[in-house]
């Protein structure tokens, strides 16, 4: 297995980092550039709310849920970047409420500069990740690039009344976050060399978790939206959320789990910066308190990769569902809640 001391998959990488997605803002322009989708009735999530994922009904009680995702190197062991960019994909899937079912690799790799057993090790390490979720591989495509990216578009099964979007929240609910954030300024710490052995493995499992406990954890509880922390952030995603369900969101910051170091790289200035677009983005929608400084903003909107799940369940099921999770072996907390006033917008207190 080719070793992180024989190649640095990042440093192969144009951007390095999170592999952060394109900006909402940026994003939303080129939507509306586009001509209007043609009305039909069976696509029951598309374009609308900024989704996690599509949904697509096929029968009365039975919709695919598809989606895909694929970024850079953003860790040097080729087996774990595979696990990671699989397992982000995946979550997706989880976030919609569905099962996953089959995935196609996404290749791009300079097979002319990098020995093939590289890139052998990445489609290993997401097949051992598809394995995991129960998902079956069915294919790919590839094309030969100078830089080396990797991804899988994948394909999930739900019932049609039991999606789950990032639009239905109401006052009253409890958010519960299932994994720490954090993980987009420790992998730009790792390409610079900052991390050592034990923190290198902590973000890389914490990337290459699968959401699956979480969304198996949720399933019987009265869990009104779902979504996926990925690369609009922790205050990203949550905005998008508030903003699809016509409410507003309070988030507790004492309360967000946050991996070990992040304020201290942070305080160096690693920063990626996508992150910093991130915060650019919320700015408007989003209150801070007076003395909240710009470092612990920015960690709140760090571009995260493979994230954890934000769940907004019912006021009176958050603690039963946090108990479940974290027996499940879930790193989950509740950290906020919504409320019924400010609509769209967020309060950091």
């Not at 900006?23 to 709310?49: F, H, K, Q, W, Y």
């Not at 595979?82 to 997706?92: K, L």
């Not at 990216?149 to 979007?165: D, S």
């Not at 369940?313 to 006033?341: Q, T």
Request: hydrophobic share 40%.
């Amino acid at each position: 297995m080719p070793q992180m001391d024989a190649i640095k998959l990042t440093s192969l990488s144009s951007k390095g980092g999170c592999g952060c997605k394109i900006g909402p803002a940026d994003l939303s322009e080129v939507i509306r550039m586009l001509p209007p989708a043609s009305p039909n009735p069976n696509l029951l999530v598309g374009l609308d709310t900024s989704d996690d994922a599509g949904v697509y009904r096929l029968a009365d009680d039975l919709a695919i849920v598809q989606t895909l995702d694929f970024f850079t190197p953003i860790v040097d062991d080729p087996y774990s970047f595979g696990q990671v960019a699989a397992a982000n994909a995946i979550s997706d899937i989880y976030a919609m409420g569905g099962k996953p079912l089959t995935a196609l690799n996404i290749v791009a790799f300079p097979i002319a500069t990098l020995d093939k057993s590289i890139l052998a090790e990445i489609l290993r390490g997401a097949a051992d990740k598809l394995q995991e979720a129960g998902a079956a591989l069915v294919g790919g495509h590839s094309i030969d690039d100078k830089e080396p990216k990797f991804g899988l578009a994948v394909t999930g099964l739900v019932h049609p009344e039991k999606v789950r979007t990032n639009a239905g929240s109401e006052p009253g609910d409890k958010l519960i976050l299932t994994k720490p954030i954090g993980v987009g300024i420790l992998t730009s710490s790792l390409k610079k060399g900052l991390l050592n052995e034990s923190e290198i493995n902590r973000v890389t499992g914490v990337m290459a978790t699968l959401n699956k406990k979480a969304a198996e954890t949720m399933e019987s509880f009265n869990v009104h939206a779902c979504t996926d922390v990925t690369g609009f952030g922790l205050l990203g995603h949550s905005l998008e959320m508030a903003k699809g369900s016509g409410v507003g969101i309070r988030i507790i910051k004492d309360q967000v789990p946050v991996l070990d170091r992040v304020r201290e790289l942070a305080e160096q200035g690693i920063i990626p910066g996508g992150t910093k677009n991130n915060h650019s983005h919320i700015q408007d929608s989003v209150s801070f308190p007076e003395n909240m400084d710009t470092i612990d903003q920015w960690i709140l909107c760090d571009a995260v990769t493979s994230g954890g799940l934000l769940i907004s369940i019912a006021g009176d099921e958050a603690d039963g569902l946090l108990a479940e999770l974290l027996e499940a072996g879930v790193e989950a907390a509740i950290i906020g809640e919504v409320m019924d006033d400010h609509s769209g917008k967020i309060v950091v207190i």
